[in-house]
């Protein structure tokens, strides 16, 4: 069965940080792709930050230079650190995986974690 379990978010001021994990099982994961999504209050779930299976990554262009996606394998974990916080960044933080080895957006992801908010206020 496979699960993936969020967390490390949390309230912070606008420059703050903070680091998300999702410890992933019932599958080998470090074959597929994961990542980090997000959903504002009202609005679509969106891609945060995406590694592949070969270790390649994808930042979107809000995030680019403060978030950072790793994982490691001994541990079957994913984490995002999130640096220079901002007010934008609010939004609940999910972790999902692909069966594929490459992907792009959340219409690629087959599993989802159940979330984990991060507010950040100014």
């Known amino acids: 069965q496979v699960q993936l379990v969020e967390s490390g978010g949390g309230s912070v001021q606008t420059g703050g940080s903070l680091r998300l994990s999702c410890v992933a099982s019932?599958?080998?994961?470090?074959?597929?792709?994961m990542g980090w999504f997000r959903e504002a209050q009202g609005k679509e779930r969106e891609r945060v930050a995406i590694?592949?299976?070969?270790?390649?990554?994808t930042y979107s262009e809000s995030v680019k230079g403060r978030f950072t996606i790793s994982r490691d394998e001994a541990t079957n974990t994913l984490y995002l650190e999130m640096d220079s916080l901002q007010p934008g960044d609010t939004a609940m933080y999910y972790c999902?995986?692909?069966?594929?080895?490459?992907?792009?957006?959340?219409?690629?992801?087959?599993?989802w974690g159940q979330g984990t908010q991060v507010t950040v206020s100014s």
């Open positions: 999902g995986a692909s069966r594929l080895k490459r992907c792009y957006s959340d219409l690629d992801i087959d599993y």
């Open positions: 019932g599958f080998d994961y470090s074959t597929v792709c």
């Open positions: 590694v592949d299976s070969s270790g390649g990554t």
